[in-house]
């Protein structure tokens, strides 16, 4: 990717003539890059997703004898095969609250062309 680099702190005259009076700094902008990470990996033999049975086959592993409540997003390309599962969130004892914009973030970053959503009710063993 390439770096940008800025020249030392001066301000942005954006203003022209007489609207000088109005005399406001300019705002900063930061300039930034996204990454998604690869924290690991895992094989999955079917290679492909077409019923609910293979989705809850690759999400069993993550969400089972968890002792909070996960909400997982599993990314998939244009034949249906994962291409990345990230846990958006865990939630407490018995809630896991997810905004939107957590569950598009890790489709966005990964060009995801569809996605599947899954979340566990934690096992209660008395």
Do not use: W
């Not at 702190?9 to 996204?34: C, F, M, T, W, Y």
């Not at 293979?54 to 599993?74: C, I, P």
Request: contains cysteine; glycine residues 2%.
């Amino acid at each position: 990717m390439k770096e940008y680099t800025l020249k030392p702190a001066k301000q942005l005259h954006l203003l022209e003539g007489d609207l000088r009076q109005i005399s406001k700094p300019a705002k900063r902008v930061n300039i930034v890059s996204l990454k998604l990470v690869r924290e690991a990996s895992i094989l999955y033999k079917e290679r492909r997703i077409s019923t609910p049975e293979d989705a809850y086959k690759l999400l069993r592993e993550f969400l089972v004898d968890s002792d909070r409540e996960q909400f997982v997003v599993v990314c998939l390309d244009t034949k249906n095969q994962p291409t990345a599962i990230n846990i958006c969130h865990v939630g407490s004892l018995n809630a896991s609250i997810v905004h939107p914009r957590e569950v598009m973030k890790a489709a966005i970053l990964s060009n995801a062309a569809s996605i599947i959503v899954g979340h566990n009710h934690r096992a209660t063993r008395s």
